[in-house]
């Protein structure tokens, strides 16, 4: 990767990638054809998962395991403060109310406690719960997983950020302790598809229910509904639903990514470790993000704390040192607790851990295309703005 730039995410394609949609391109289906079932297929088994749906992006996906789940209005969710608006958005499709839970200032994350805060704030409502694995690394799933239960609430993950990841040594998406796990394939995440989503879950008829409302809610097998085989034209609308297809072409794309999905993860470990050396030895006031106990995180992002007010540099002008040298930067994520539309909603919040992690985070470039010295050179650079 030349190093005229280096961006914080970018996507990485190869000459198979490029065969793979072009095959698609040259065949007969471009959208809701056989390339579907196949990336379904190799997504559960790379995930030890029994169902996945695929979507169009990861938006649709956490809109269509809540709605499939039958979040209603009148329902509650909980949402961590510090995630993409998508989380709490997708509930608020389904009709929901929010209940945004706080997080540890040194992994973003949401935890036990502050999901039991959340859940005693709440009251009796909660509907669904919904960790988010902020960069890739996974919150503790079992225990929340009896939190949920306990409250009457399923375990819906945001596993946007964590295709990849392993948590106790199984994948992430096998849904052992929860109801369904949503991904994304954004361009910066761990598999492109230039926009496109996946569902897993272990229960079929929660994954049919997702299949019939990602297509406007429209069932087309006659045995279910009395109908005569011998129409093959018939369908009926049953329930409302929304077109959150995917087409061929993004799922050839994803498709062939995913066969390279070993080889991603463990360049990007390899790269998250050559950051953790450079900052060990830089003498800077800057950590890597905390990690997390059983998580072995294919990292979609590589944040750093920093104390700006320590340092008397705003981030705004660290981040604007680093683009003259050549390195990009980005914040996620403002707490969405702290959003317009949100504060205009439910209030001022108090929530300490999401406000300090926000303060002092800041992602470095993180993408499998990086060369060796990247990561050395990009803790360089910061030190040359910190240092002055």
């Known amino acids: 990767m030349s190093r005229s730039f280096l961006p914080y995410g970018r996507q990485s394609i190869d000459e198979s990638d490029i065969a793979a949609v072009v095959e698609v391109l040259r065949g007969d289906w471009l959208t809701t054809g056989p390339t579907i079932d196949a990336l379904e297929t190799a997504f559960c088994d790379a995930v030890g998962a029994e169902h996945a749906v695929a ?80 960069a890739g690394q996974c919150e503790a ?45 954004h361009p910066v995440k761990a598999i492109a598809a230039g926009e496109g989503g996946m569902v897993t879950t272990r229960d079929g008829e929660l994954a049919r229910r997702m299949r019939t409302l990602r297509s406007h809610g429209i069932e087309r097998d006659p045995s279910r509904h009395e109908r005569q085989a011998g129409e093959p034209w018939w369908h009926e609308m049953q329930s409302l639903g ?38 060990a030895d830089s003498n800077l006031s800057v950590l890597p993000l905390a990690r997390t106990p059983h998580c072995d995180p294919c990292l979609h992002l590589y944040p750093v704390r920093i104390d700006f007010d320590a ?25 969405v607790s702290d959003q317009p539309y949100y504060t205009a909603r439910y209030g001022p919040q108090d929530l300490p851990g999401a406000q300090t992690y926000y303060a002092r985070t800041l992602s470095l470039p993180l993408f499998v295309d990086m060369v060796d010295e990247d990561p050395a050179f990009v803790i360089d650079r910061l030190a040359q703005v910190l240092n002055g």
């Open 311 to 335: 340092i008397g540099l705003s981030r705004a002008d660290v981040m604007a040192g680093l683009a003259e040298r050549g390195v990009g930067s980005q914040v996620h994520y403002i707490p």
């Open 242 to 279: 929304w077109n959150y297809r995917l087409s061929d072409i993004q799922a050839a794309l994803a498709l062939s990514q995913l066969r390279r999905l070993d080889s991603f993860s463990k360049r990007r470990s390899t790269l998250a470790r050559a950051y953790d050396a450079a900052l």
């Open 55 to 134: 979507c169009s992006n990861g938006t649709t996906a956490l809109h269509l395991a809540l709605a499939a789940e039958g979040v209603a209005p009148g329902d509650v969710c909980i949402v961590p403060a510090i995630t993409f608006m998508a989380t709490a958005n997708a509930a608020l499709y389904s009709g929901a109310d929010i209940v945004f839970a706080d997080v540890d200032p040194d992994t973003g994350l949401m935890t036990p406690e502050t999901l039991a805060d959340a859940l005693g704030r709440a009251g009796g409502k909660v509907r669904a719960v919904l960790p988010v694995h902020l």
């Open 141 to 185: 799933l079992d225990e929340m997983a009896v939190q949920a239960e306990a409250a009457g609430a399923v375990l819906v993950e945001d596993a946007c950020h964590a295709v990849g990841s392993r948590w106790r040594g199984e994948p992430v998406g096998n849904c052992k302790h929860s109801r369904a796990a949503t991904f994304s394939f």
